[in-house]
């Protein structure tokens, strides 16, 4: 039976809370969130940018969903809600990352 990859998180430097890499499962995500007791996620794309944030509410509506599997990425439930054209949601600044969180290693 193939072992789970390892879970990485690491603090923001200035404090924005955790940041997970967007091939997080929902379900490692939500055990991430409440080990580090926080309300959402910073997360950063393959070339570890900043791309969005996760929050918890989200995530838990998400699980109790019909529709909800425990294959389901973080970079899954982004995609659902993408940004209108000219317009960024959430804090998202240009590229899509978010204001004032550094681009760290995932």
């Known amino acids: 039976m193939p072992r789970p990859a390892p879970v990485t998180a690491v603090e923001d430097s200035e404090g924005h809370g955790p940041r997970v ?6 379900e490692v995500a939500l055990a991430v969130m409440a080990s580090a007791r926080v ?7 393959g070339d570890n940018r ?3 944030l996760i929050t918890l509410l989200r995530l838990a509506d998400l699980r ?3 529709t909800y599997t425990d ?7 982004l995609a659902e809600t993408l940004p209108l ?3 960024r949601s959430g ?4 590229y899509g990352r978010v204001p004032g969180v550094p681009a760290l290693s995932c």
């Open 64 to 66: 109790e969903s019909d």
């Open 71 to 77: 294959r389901i990425r973080l970079r899954d439930v």
């Open 50 to 52: 900043s791309t969005a």
């Open 85 to 87: 054209p000219g317009g």
């Open 21 to 26: 890499c967007d091939d997080m499962t929902v």
């Open 91 to 94: 804090g998202v600044g240009e």
């Open 39 to 45: 309300e959402y996620l910073t997360v950063c794309d």
